[in-house]
């Protein structure tokens, strides 16, 4: 069966640290994968999205890392703060030609950074 | 506030009723998708337009729901006959699609459903 495996367990890190989000997937070709952080009672918000064919993307102080051998991304958030923490949510888009990019999105993985 | 826009923010309805949502998306925006989340779960995906075009329904999407978007702008969804079961959050979603790469979307604050 397809499932999209992400730490049910929130993530407690501390303050400057640098904190390591998993992904993981079977029985999914993505093209494309996305990764959103989410607020409690707050839509989504796009954080960064990165390509079959490429192995790492970085915006500021994340950084995403895609390994379709592993069926695995891996996110980083380095020089966390506590402002970093909510869910964090991947999602694969399985279209490589042009039309939709409907999303299937994992559960999520909270994270806490404390001071 | 140029984001995307979702009204009502909540809304409390009985068993039976009919429910309309609306979405405004970014103005620029050729795409609109509609998700729906449950407490502790990812969006799950329902349905997609590029521009008026519905060109996407999930099999979640059962034929007491309804979405349309004309004229390309604003979206309503529409739930008939409402049951327990469609509690959850319904989150809307834009973007521009100007090529054939992908790109982010960009989500509303929701509309949080209670049907008691």
């Known amino acids: 069966s397809q499932k999209i495996e992400q730490n049910s367990e929130a993530l407690n890190i501390q303050e400057g640290k640098t904190a390591t989000l998993t992904c993981n997937y079977t029985?999914?070709?993505?093209?494309?994968l996305q990764w959103y952080r989410q607020d409690p009672g707050r839509g989504p918000v796009f954080l960064l999205l990165i390509r079959e064919n490429e192995k790492e993307k970085r915006k500021e102080r994340l950084k995403v890392t895609f390994d379709t051998t592993l069926k695995q991304s891996l996110f980083h958030i380095t020089a966390s703060q506590p402002a970093d923490s909510a869910t964090y949510l991947c999602?694969?888009?399985?279209?490589?030609?042009?039309?939709?990019?409907?999303?299937?999105f994992g559960t999520g993985t909270r994270l806490q950074v404390t001071l | 506030d140029t984001g995307v826009s979702q009204n009502p923010r909540h809304k409390i309805t009985k068993r039976g009723q009919n429910v309309t949502f609306r979405c405004d998306p970014i103005s620029e925006h050729n795409r609109l998708y509609w998700y729906r989340q449950t407490l502790g779960q990812g969006p799950e995906f329902l349905t997609y337009?590029?521009?008026?075009?519905?060109?996407?329904k999930s099999r979640l999407l059962s034929d007491r729901f309804s979405a349309e978007r004309p004229k390309g702008s604003f979206s309503t969804l529409e739930i008939q006959r409402t049951e327990q079961g469609d509690s959850a959050m319904y989150l809307c979603?834009?973007?521009?699609?100007?090529?054939?790469?992908?790109?982010?979307?960009?989500f509303g604050p929701g509309t949080r459903l209670t049907v008691l």
């Open positions: 337009f590029q521009n008026e075009a519905q060109l996407e």
């Open positions: 029985n999914y070709s993505p093209a494309y």
């Open positions: 999602a694969l888009d399985m279209i490589r030609y042009g039309t939709a990019s409907k999303l299937t």
């Open positions: 979603a834009s973007s521009l699609k100007r090529d054939a790469r992908a790109e982010g979307q960009y």
